[in-house]
């Protein structure tokens, strides 16, 4: 019982981690343009209407697909350790949380590709090229800490790193760091790295037919997404952290990163997208795989 | 005064709905005529829009709002049409020009509709021709306010009075039916299937 | 013992007397598959069962005997496969109703040398009971089916360099170690090496070419795509699962223990160069397997070079030679087998609804066979390795063996391969179950009970092994034990690796899932009401697909699913065509000799020439 209300709590403040991350996303690329922006909590209003809207489905498919992409997202989060600190305590494998993740993934596309509508099933197409794109530089940089560390768990990568920024693997390993933020614009699905949204190209890809709770539930998808991603990054790089606040503000300063880059680029097509990640990133990675293990 | 009555009833629930709804306007703009050009400048950064969260979407399952910027030749009624229904509810328009209320200066082409508000329900009429950006904001700012005191029920009216609008619609629409061959849709279908099929 | 063995062959027998009673036989056939399984129960445990039939004949001075033995190893084959075997063979009963012939006896056959396979304790029986089970397939493939001749001779030419280079193994093996019994010639090949290394090399190899060529690994990886795609789906199904499978026991049994017991060289402070050879072509099995399977339009063309694919992993296990590795090998064995069988249930039960393999030709059928649709999804997220269901364990324990022995670019091509994975599988599910609903296919409607039920006993069993692999994980560690190996005797829901802190519990893996769709449920169920609309009914830019002759056909983008990823791919596969240089050898071979071409057109000659060979070479032993 105690468990269930600590994963009801953890995801939850997740989702609202995630949404306020977005909103002020959102308020930081209209600074960059100029503009005054949305308020910071835009993202929950966005929630809030969407939720309250009529939508339109096409078969049970759909609606099983949105509760799995949700289901598999909040499953991967409760596998990050937030701050030390996790929902149900167990071994915080790298592997399996990146496996986990993949159904998130499965189910949004399934999703998607159940309203029938070309668009959406191009968008899908995309983004598991995309997919495939990323995670070969970001699991070689993976691949790189764990041999390193002699261990797959995410916990125990992080404290290893404790002591001071220059414990950090950012530091102690910078090409791997860079690779990783590279390949994380990818995951995050962001800017160089969007093809599979391009709302002028496809119409939004994945998202063409959805609307009202269906588009709620991508967004709190996304959110959650935001949230275990940076929770990844901060784990491996920036050496987990000693309390939940701390957590989170090191979490936003990745996203900030990923937000700065997203403000000012534009889009690559899918091919050149994949080529770049297995060229550039990759071969920064290996860089840095060949510095570990020699 | 029925309206007021229910406005009564409004719970807090349905206000806290309302707030959410009118600070998060996503609008699809259906750029027919000349007004479409309005809204590149009032979303960047000089007048910015999205301050009052409003944002540009994609396609008509996710939007809130219709902008039909401009004059409407029939082909394109019948787009608009379908696009409107197949918008999820609550949903509202917003008419921009003269040319969507008196056909501006297409007033006597033989193939513009005048009144834009025989088709479909129209919440807001812009003025202006074209409006300016400020007159947009004007707009979504007064649609805000509808919204937030429960007026903004166009899209009620088109359920309640479909018998009319269909009848509008159906009057004009036959002329954009194909000359050659037969002018019901099903024939075409069926012909156009019968050529894909070999 | 020897009635596991006799009992499928006296029904194959008896129901080919009575093969006009449709009832006695399936009833016959139900009763000795039952008994097969109590039986192969009760064998668990009683590792020390032999039965040797000893004859006075010698080669190269080995003496000839049939066996039979209980090896634990070839237990869990045995067993995992007879279970999957007998639901297949269910399916089979509703697939085949129509159909004017009566499948049971072959069945029966299939069963049977199935197990002979596993069970065999010598080479001479093992020979016997592959090459039996080659022709059976030869003949299931063909099945009164001329279309489908093309592929199986390719299957038969391949299967026959397979057996015959496996024969002159044996016989080498026969001659330098005085043996043919498995697990001794093993012990005795291990020192042969430091002796004759040249002689161990060239047996190893031949062997290793064998179980490649059933296995369908790197070079003769074509032969499956070429196969599936004519042959008749249940059997398909079967041998996509347990068949492909005949390459990896003896690999497990015989290769995988003298290789790890050699003391070679190692490189990079890794591994030696024979785990090298089998893990590159692990991998580039896995990797070419998953880049063909993507550009496919036939599903079942697509789902053989997922099977190449998941045998590459296999092999990597294999390669990785800890522990580990060698578990989780074992261990993707039997979740492919379940995974395999039930995707390519769920395909023969579109097959068998709409006659097309074709992807680009179906879509939307979803709405019309939900139970075959929900099969099809429980495959593809246990094919993709996700974690609720099979598939995931064994590729955990894969990655993390070959991560503990830093073989980077093993495992990076084996994470290349299974994330690939992800966009094949979902491109069948997409252009198969989802989209829109041709027009042709409105009638389609869900299979028969008795092909329905099969495909859910495959769902329940995916989601066993997913949620309590020690299931399949407890048998195989008291196997490995009384085989000798160092293992821990797995636990039922546990998964560990020799990484720090590296042990997974599915079964909070699942649990966590059931919180999340609770949480997502709740949320779902928070929204407002949502209303199902028509399929057709979708956001075109308000232009009606109708008009403009857009059927459903054409409205699905299903055809050429990952074309800007595939330009990438062209020039590379227009260079390098393995496939082309095995049909150029073909085409000389052709010309060649059109008397050999003759007599493979017709299935007896080769049958014969074959025998003749196989005949010479045992007398021609028997003489010296």
Redesign the interface.
């Known amino acids: 019982m105690i468990a269930?209300i600590r994963?009801?709590g953890y995801?939850l403040f997740a989702i609202f981690i995630g949404l306020l991350f977005m909103g002020i996303g959102?308020k930081i690329i209209?600074r960059i343009?100029?503009?005054?922006?949305?308020?910071f909590y835009?993202a929950f209003?966005?929630v809030?209407?969407?939720?309250?809207?009529?939508?339109?489905?096409?078969?049970f498919?759909m609606?099983l697909g949105?509760?799995?992409s949700?289901?598999?997202?909040?499953?991967t989060m409760?596998?990050v350790p937030v701050a030390g600190h996790m929902?149900?305590k167990?071994?915080s494998?790298l592997?399996?949380i990146i496996?986990?993740m993949?159904?998130g993934?499965?189910g949004m596309?399934?999703a998607a590709?159940?309203?029938?509508?070309?668009?959406a099933?191009?968008g899908?197409?995309?983004a598991?090229?995309m997919?495939?794109g990323y995670?070969?530089p970001f699991?070689?940089v993976m691949?790189g800490l764990?041999?390193f560390n002699?261990?797959?768990?995410l916990?125990?990568i992080a404290q290893s790193q404790a002591g001071g920024i220059l414990n950090w693997n950012m530091v102690k390993f910078p090409l791997g760091f860079l690779a990783a933020e590279i390949a994380l614009q990818a995951i995050m699905g962001e800017k160089p790295f969007d093809a599979m949204v391009a709302?002028?190209e496809i119409?939004?890809g994945p998202?063409?037919?959805?609307?009202?709770?269906?588009?709620?539930?991508a967004f709190?998808t996304h959110a959650v997404s935001i949230f275990v991603e940076t929770g990844i990054m901060v784990n491996l790089f920036m050496g987990g952290a000693s309390n939940v606040f701390t957590f989170v503000l090191k979490q936003f300063e990745i996203y900030l990163i990923t937000i700065l880059i997203e403000a000012v680029f534009p889009r690559f097509?899918?091919?050149q997208a994949?080529?770049f990640l297995w060229t550039v990133p990759m071969s920064i990675a290996v860089v840095q795989?060949a510095i570990i293990?020699l | 005064m029925e309206d007021l009555k229910a406005n009564d009833k409004r719970s807090y629930i349905d206000n806290l709905i309302d707030f959410f709804r009118k600070r998060s306007i996503w609008m699809l703009h259906y750029c027919t005529g000349c007004g479409a050009v309005e809204l590149p400048p009032s979303m960047t950064s000089r007048w910015d829009i999205e301050r009052f969260g409003i944002v540009p979407m994609a396609t008509p399952r996710q939007a809130d709002v219709l902008l039909v910027t401009g004059y409407v030749s029939l082909k394109t009624l019948k787009r608009i049409i379908k696009i409107y229904e197949q918008m999820p509810e609550p949903k509202w328009v917003l008419a921009f020009g003269s040319c969507t209320v008196n056909g501006g200066i297409y007033w006597d082409s033989y193939n513009t509709i005048t009144n834009l508000a025989e088709y479909i329900p129209v919440d807001i009429t812009v003025s202006g021709c074209m409006p300016r950006p400020e007159a947009v904001i004007d707009a979504l700012q007064t649609l805000m306010e509808m919204i937030q005191s429960g007026e903004g029920g166009a899209y009620k009216k088109y359920k309640e009075n479909y018998e009319y609008y269909k009848k509008n619609q159906d009057r004009v629409l036959r002329k954009t039916a194909p000359i050659l061959g037969s002018s019901e849709t099903e024939s075409i279908y069926q012909e156009k299937e019968g050529n894909y099929e070999t | 013992m020897v009635e596991i063995l006799l009992v499928p062959l006296i029904t194959a027998f008896i129901s080919d007397i009575f093969i006009k009673n449709k009832r006695l036989v399936w009833f016959l056939f139900l009763i000795s598959n039952g008994y097969i399984l109590y039986k192969l129960y009760s064998l668990y445990g009683k590792w020390d069962l032999t039965y040797i039939l000893n004859t006075d004949y010698q080669i190269f001075g080995a003496k000839l005997s049939l066996g039979l033995s209980n090896n634990p190893l070839g237990w869990y084959f045995a067993f995992f496969s007879a279970v999957v075997t007998l639901v297949i063979a269910i399916f089979s009963i509703g697939f085949n109703t129509n159909s004017k012939g009566n499948v049971a006896p072959i069945w029966m056959l299939i069963i049977f040398a199935n197990l002979g396979i596993f069970y065999a304790a010598d080479w001479i029986t093992f020979f016997m009971m592959w090459e039996l089970m080659g022709w059976t397939s030869f003949f299931a493939i063909t099945n009164g089916n001329t279309k489908a001749l093309d592929g199986a001779k390719y299957y038969l030419a391949l299967s026959l360099l397979g057996g015959s280079s496996m024969l002159i193994a044996i016989l080498l093996l026969g001659a330098y170690t005085k043996t043919f019994i498995i697990i001794t010639s093993a012990y005795r090949l291990i020192q042969l090496f430091n002796l004759a290394e040249g002689v161990f090399t060239t047996i190893l190899l031949l062997f290793i070419m064998a179980f490649f060529i059933k296995s369908a690994i790197f070079p003769f990886y074509m032969w499956p795509s070429k196969v599936y795609a004519v042959g008749p789906e249940d059997y398909i199904a079967f041998m996509s699962s347990v068949m492909i499978k005949y390459g990896i026991y003896p690999m497990a049994i015989f290769i995988v223990p003298v290789i790890g017991n050699l003391q070679l060289p190692k490189i990079f402070n890794a591994g030696n160069w024979m785990q090298y050879f089998i893990g590159y072509l692990g991998a580039l099995s896995a990797v070419v397997g998953t880049l063909l399977a993507m550009f496919q339009t036939d599903m079942k063309k697509l789902f053989a070079y997922s099977s190449v694919a998941n045998m590459g992993y296999i092999l990597l296990g294999f390669a990785s030679m800890s522990i580990v590795g060698f578990e989780g090998s074992l261990f993707h064995v039997v979740n492919h087998i379940v995974l395999k069988a039930a995707i390519f249930l769920s395909l023969a039960a579109v097959v068998y609804r709409t006659g097309e393999s074709e992807m680009h030709k179906l879509g939307g059928l979803v709405y019309k066979m939900p139970i075959t649709f929900l099969t099809f999804l429980f495959g593809i997220i246990a094919a993709a390795g996700i974690p609720p269901l099979n598939g995931f364990g064994s590729k955990w324990m894969i990655i993390q063996a070959l991560m503990e022995k830093k073989m980077v670019v093993l495992v990076i091509s084996m994470v290349f391969a299974s994330t690939g994975a992800f966009m094949y599988l979902f491109r069948a599910l997409v252009s198969i179950f989802l989209g829109q609903l041709p027009e042709r296919y409105k009638d389609v409607k869900e299979v028969p009970y008795t092909m329905s039920i099969p495909m859910i006993i495959m769902m329940g069993l995916m989601l066993l092994i997913g949620v309590v692999p020690g299931v399949v994980m407890k048998p195989l560690t008291i196997a490995l034990d009384a085989l000798g190996y160092k293992v821990d005797i797995a636990t039922w829901t546990t998964l560990s690796s020799s990484f720090k802190n590296a042990t997974i519990d599915l079964k909070i893996v699942f649990y966590m899932f059931a919180m999340g769709i609770v949480v997502a449920a709740l949320m779902y169920l928070f929204g407002n009401k949502s209303e199902t609309i028509p399929q057709h009914d979708n956001y075109t830019a308000g232009e009606n697909p109708i008009e403009w002759g857009v059927d459903a056909d054409k409205f699905n983008y299903s055809y050429s699913f990952y074309q800007p990823f595939k330009e990438m791919f062209d020039p590379l596969f227009e260079r390098i065509s393995i496939d082309r240089f095995f049909s150029s050898i073909g085409k000389n071979f052709e010309y060649i000799s059109p008397t050999i071409q003759g007599l493979y057109k017709r299935g007896e000659g080769a049958v014969l020439l074959f025998s003749i060979g196989v005949l010479l070479f045992i007398l021609g032993g028997w003489i010296l």
Request: proline letters at 4%; aromatic letters at 6%.
């Open positions: 269930a994963v009801f995801s959102r209209a343009q100029l503009r005054l922006g949305p308020p835009q209003l966005d809030g209407k969407l939720f309250a809207r009529k939508s339109i489905t096409h078969n498919v609606d949105m509760i799995m949700l289901a598999g997202l909040l499953s409760l596998f929902a149900i167990t071994s494998n592997i399996l496996y986990l993949a159904i993934h499965l596309a399934m590709a159940a309203s029938g509508n070309p668009n099933t191009i899908v197409s995309r598991l090229t997919m495939l995670e070969i699991f070689t691949l764990i041999i002699g261990t797959s768990s916990e125990l709302p002028a119409a939004s998202m063409v037919e959805l609307g009202g709770k269906y588009l709620g539930l709190l097509r899918i091919e994949v080529k795989l293990l």
